[in-house]
């Protein structure tokens, strides 16, 4: 889309002139955005190398910029991959380039995030950004850069090179930017606890302007999964991608086309889609007219055979690490999660995740907290226009015995090739029947074995107190029946309350 | 049915008490101590299981039972309370001490029974009263006293520390506090050969003045208002023991008649227990017959008294003598009524000298 659209304005240009769609709306939002997309990138250049990441955010007070905000130092380091030396000018100065640009899930999508985050300090501070990256061989690479705007190019002010003795792999990345964190901090620090809810394998630690630290550790070595690349589903593309997939395929035929390029088409899908949308299995794509390939569009969605996409594009935290991740940050005194099966909508495939989480140090707020991820991502704005939010106030939760004034926490998590975001901001999914329906079921579910094990907690604290009542009288009955009759002994009661016990730990 | 045999001893009868209540803790630990859940059984007290009995001219408990069970988890607090209840009273008895139905409430706690209120232990006492059939009193607990007795009647203490020493009831003019020194006391000798109750202390006053004990050969007994159980089982001690008729002078109201009514023939809150009624008590006024012929000075019968003569005229009690009957038809057709001072309308001494001996002789 870039190329036709944005012919006299470079990418950098637009971002910059529209920076509130990345998220940089004002001081406050800014300094969170930027640590957010730089954390981001931190973890998944760890993931992408199955290492448990290790990530350390520092924020460091620079100096006054206005009355409200300040000038602030951000540092963020990884154990991640590493960038290649001669990638890291156009990882970090050049808009748009990135290596995101595949079907799988990932947690940002155009490679944009940190390149904002750099050009949004660049514009408010006018310094550098520093970038030390290494892949773990011989050396390490400092960079110095800024980015030009105009072109959309990065301009390298300096470059050193050292000696990797310790095969240290992993980035850095430093710069300036304006910010206003103390109204940024409680969301900040949110960040960092539902992100390490989502991530129980990361050590995260995040040191504030004021010294404070903040440490997360983690509780798992055990990582999810990766996600696999996938093909586009039939009943996801649109023209454009179509034109594209014409360009680049080296079949000649429509059935090779179809079965090499789509994900879950193979040769009898192929032949039969191709019989009932009446093209020819030889035809070769490059010959299709562009009105031929608008309605072949048409005929993929229209066409109902194809199976649903797979999942294996999909890389969902899994019940057990979801477990674990609640239990670390909320401490609860319980937790049911469940993981949905696939689903689609429009031709994406997504994982619906969802847990319940009750008692222990989870607060009574009179209110649901509810916690809500995307690819792993915490969502923390926009709350109330969130499909989870409305599922959840939809739902009747008296059935299952849970009010909203318990101690209760609910987190619903969407992966997604591509998440159904509502806004560009990226901070709310969209209200989609498809989504929704997973969410209530997983809501439902997990309900239920909430209800379960309150009820069951019920019993238990019943029998208790019922026990209780039997030795706090039974004993009374015998001391003073035994004077009033006046005998010597004590009669023995131990029968009668173990009777009373046992009755009560049969039942539980 | 009165086959409860009249102790003429209260030592004795103390003793029976004590038994009693011992019997009651060695069920209770037998129980306990074969394995059982222990239980205890007892008349219902609830309405529907109270009636009357015309023999007995008093209300009782039907056939109803209610049992106390420690198996059940909602009657297990009641019935420790109860078996406390029954510990302390025989802790009371067999010292010889006293105590009052605040005071229970209080000693619970020194044995960490708590008793959520006063009415709760209450409750208690008054189920311990049903499952013994005895009345508190006779487990020495005992209400405020208000009432008084004056004449000539020799009592001979039994009570701790005076145990043997006797009193006259004429040896103060105010009267003597019928409490638990005079309740448990034996009646050693008297003279007399009535009893007359009166309902007002002003009154009873009068008739100490006026000498009405010696000129009427008359122990006289102060109720001050309904008369408490205590007053109640002594006035039936008079009349049983020393086989004294008993005359009964209240105001002329529906209350005042009520108060004769419940020495005579008790009241339903008491329909557990024996021993409180007199039944051959008579009331002697004042009539609501005595306000047309005397010409007392009244008060209207307000709303209320004219619904409570509309109560007592249903009321079994008030259909055993045709007496009753009457004077509440009379009543509610002059509907006034007339307090026992009204005489002095008269002079002093008018009710003493004209009244009181017409009635006596009008029921004797």
């Known amino acids: 889309m870039a190329q036709t659209t944005f012919e006299e304005i470079s990418a950098s240009d637009f971002f910059y002139r529209n920076r509130d769609i990345a998220g940089f709306t004002n001081p406050s939002r800014a300094i969170f955005a930027a640590i957010r997309e730089l954390v981001e990138n931190s973890l998944d250049a760890a993931e992408s190398l199955r290492i448990p990441p290790d990530i350390y955010v520092r924020l460091s007070y620079e100096g006054g910029a206005s009355k409200e905000t300040q000038i602030f130092r951000l540092r963020v380091e990884d154990n991640g991959i590493g960038v290649l030396p001669r990638h890291i000018p156009s990882a970090f100065g050049q808009v748009l380039f990135g290596s995101k640009y595949k079907l799988k899930q990932q947690r940002g999508t155009f490679g944009l995030g940190g390149k904002m985050a750099i050009l949004y300090g660049q514009i408010t501070t006018h310094q550098p950004a520093c970038i030390i990256s290494s892949t773990g061989m011989a050396k390490i690479y400092i960079y110095k850069l800024m980015i030009d705007i105009q072109r959309n190019r990065p301009l390298i002010l300096d470059r050193k090179v050292l000696i990797n003795k310790e095969q240290w792999k992993g980035t850095i990345v430093e710069f300036c930017l304006e910010g206003d964190y103390f109204r940024a901090m409680p969301k900040i620090l949110d960040y960092f606890k539902q992100t390490a809810m989502v991530n129980p394998y990361a050590n995260l630690t995040f040191v504030d302007p004021k010294g404070r630290l903040y440490r997360f550790t983690r509780v798992t070595r055990e990582m999810p999964e990766p996600p696999k690349e996938t093909s586009p589903h039939p009943y996801g593309v649109d023209v454009e991608l179509l034109q594209r997939l014409i360009q680049i ?217 019922r026990f209780g009542v039997f030795s706090r009288y039974l004993p009374k009955i015998a001391q003073f029946s035994t004077r009033l009759a006046g005998k010597e002994r004590l009669p023995d009661i131990e029968k009668l309350l173990k009777s009373v016990k046992k009755f009560g730990t049969e039942e539980t | 049915m009165e086959q409860k045999k009249h102790k003429s001893s209260m030592t004795e009868r103390k003793k029976d008490i004590l038994t009693g209540l011992e019997n009651l803790g060695s069920r209770i630990y037998e129980q306990l101590d074969s394995g059982y859940f222990p239980s205890i059984a007892m008349p219902s007290r609830s309405t529907e299981n109270i009636c009357y009995d015309s023999l007995l001219r008093q209300f009782i408990l039907g056939d109803r039972k209610v049992r106390r069970s420690a198996r059940n988890i909602r009657h297990l607090k009641p019935f420790t309370q109860l078996v406390w209840a029954a510990f302390f009273s025989r802790e009371l008895t067999s010292q010889r001490k006293t105590s009052t139905l605040r005071d229970v409430y209080y000693s619970a706690q020194a044995y960490e029974m708590t008793f959520t209120d006063q009415q709760e232990s209450n409750n208690i006492i008054t189920d311990l009263e049903t499952v013994m059939g005895l009345s508190r009193e006779d487990f020495n607990i005992f209400p405020e006293e208000r009432s008084a007795v004056f004449g000539d009647l020799t009592i001979e203490y039994t009570v701790p520390g005076y145990e043997g020493r006797t009193l006259n009831l004429t040896s103060h003019p105010d009267g003597v506090l019928i409490g638990p020194a005079l309740t448990s006391a034996e009646f050693a000798k008297t003279t007399a050969d009535k009893v007359i109750a009166i309902e007002k202390g002003g009154l009873f006053t009068r008739f100490v003045e006026e000498n009405v004990h010696n000129k009427f050969n008359a122990i006289l007994v102060l109720t001050a208002g309904q008369a408490p159980r205590a007053t109640r089982h002594f006035i039936r001690r008079l009349n049983r023991e020393l086989s004294l008729p008993v005359y009964i002078f209240t105001d002329g109201d529906p209350w005042g008649m009520h108060i004769a009514m419940v020495i005579i023939s008790g009241s339903a809150n008491a329909a557990h227990l024996r021993d409180l009624t007199t039944p051959d008590a008579k009331w002697s006024g004042v009539w609501a017959s005595d306000i047309v012929d005397y010409k007392l000075p009244t008060d209207p019968l307000d709303e209320v008294d004219i619904k409570r003569l509309y109560e007592l005229q249903k009321d079994p009690r008030y259909k055993e003598d045709p007496l009753w009957q009457k004077e509440i038809k009379t009543f509610m057709k002059i509907k006034k009524k007339a307090e026992q001072e009204a005489f002095s309308r008269y002079g002093l001494t008018y009710i003493v000298d004209e009244y009181l001996p017409e009635k006596l002789e009008e029921t004797r």
């Open chain 1, 249 to 465: 395929t080296p079949y000649k035929n429509m059935l090779e086309f179809l079965r090499n390029h789509f994900h879950r088409v193979g040769e009898i899908t192929a032949r039969k889609f191709l019989e009932f949308s009446n093209i020819s299995p030889s035809k070769n794509p490059k010959k299709l007219s562009h009105e031929e390939i608008v309605k072949l569009m048409h005929m993929l969605k229209r066409f109902k055979e194809f199976l649903p996409p797979d999942a294996s594009c999909l890389s969902p935290l899994g019940e057990e690490l979801l477990k674990a991740g609640v239990l670390k940050e909320l401490k609860p005194e319980f937790v049911s999660v469940n993981r949905r099966k696939p689903a689609t909508y429009a031709g994406h495939p997504f994982i619906i995740e969802v847990g319940i989480a009750y008692g222990g140090e989870i607060p009574k707020k009179g209110s649901f907290m509810i916690y809500r991820f995307a690819n792993r991502i915490p969502l923390l704005y926009d709350e109330a226009s969130d499909v989870s939010v409305r599922v959840i106030n939809a739902m009747n939760w008296r059935r299952y015995k849970v009010t909203p004034d318990m101690p209760t926490a609910i987190l619903v998590h969407i992966c997604s090739t591509k998440v159904p975001y509502k806004t560009v901001g990226k901070e709310f999914i969209a209200d989609r029947p498809e989504v929704r329906r997973e969410i209530a079921n997983g809501l439902r579910e997990t309900a239920r074995q909430l209800q379960r094990f309150l009820t069951r907690r019920e019993h238990v604290d019943r029998e208790r107190k």
